[in-house]
């Protein structure tokens, strides 16, 4: 048995013949699933067209109801977390423990306060009777009969929004995880793939939200002063 | 094809902060650029910032200008597939009453 037991690293695992070779494999399969990520967002993303196709109008004043000040302020924050990612994935590139540590950390921040703004907003809608199902609903400036049309609008909003924020909790929880790898000294320049493949992860619900932002609060807000 | 794990590209902090200023511009322009009526182009332009702004995270930040061919093919492919569910579902829906029922 002795014989046959290769010596084996994290970098390179017995499967395969290079450390390129792993890190090539580990990059393809988390853009796989990325791509199913897409398809899964990408429903959604139809069915908001469909929708917004029908009843524009409704759906420029249900939009011109968010805050987009607040909407942009917190773009920048996830677009910032997205950057202190990527120092992070520079700093496992250089083999810096202690940088990937403060980077991932910094992400987490940014990304908590993401979502700390997100819950406020969500709490807002509460409080305006935003919320589809309400039997309080109602949104200013349209008529009674296309109330339900502006209720669309908020379900796709939070079916979205929420569907992005749980990705969002998801990725908190696999930064607290490398956030514990990395303090033990788990990477280094020749292993850094959990927080590669971590920070390909985190740019995609980046790119998610870059789209959902203006899809959700900037349509048509000159009708709407 | 298979060069070593040394050879791995590590682009320069620079680099990201001018990535990082770039996308936060963006992010400002589409915001003042919603209040301006642009007609239905509003919508274009909103979508080819968006667009914009995902390619910049996409090359940079998610490293596609370093990767393998085979990884960019992927993520072509998920591109495409993401477009025909859009434009065929939209075939229907847009084209829906443009001829009528026959025998109605």
Redesign the interface.
Known sequence: MADHAPTETL?LRVQFD????Q??AA??GM??F??TE??FF??M??VY??YR??YPDVFAIASSSLN??I??LN??VL??S??T???AV?AG??GQQKAIVIFLILTLLFGGIFLGVKAYEWNQKFEEHHIPGQAAFHLDGVLPGDQGHAQLFFSIYFAMTGLHALHMVIGVGILLILIVQARKGRFSA?YYTPVDVA??YW??V??IW??L???L??????LVK | MSHPPEQTHIDSVGTYVKILLALLVATAVTTAVSRVDLGAFSTVVALGIACVKMLLVALFFMHLRHSTKLTRLVVLGGLLWLAILLLLTMTDFATRGILGVPGK
């Open positions: 970098a290079t450390e390129a070779q890190k090539d990059t393809l853009w796989l990325l791509v897409i398809m990408g429903g993303f139809a067209t469909i196709s029908w987009q000040i909407g942009a773009t920048g677009l910032l997205s950057f990612m990527v120092m520079r590139q250089l020749s920070g390909l740019h995609f980046d790119i870059i789209f932002f203006p899809l609060y900037l349509i048509d807000r000159h």
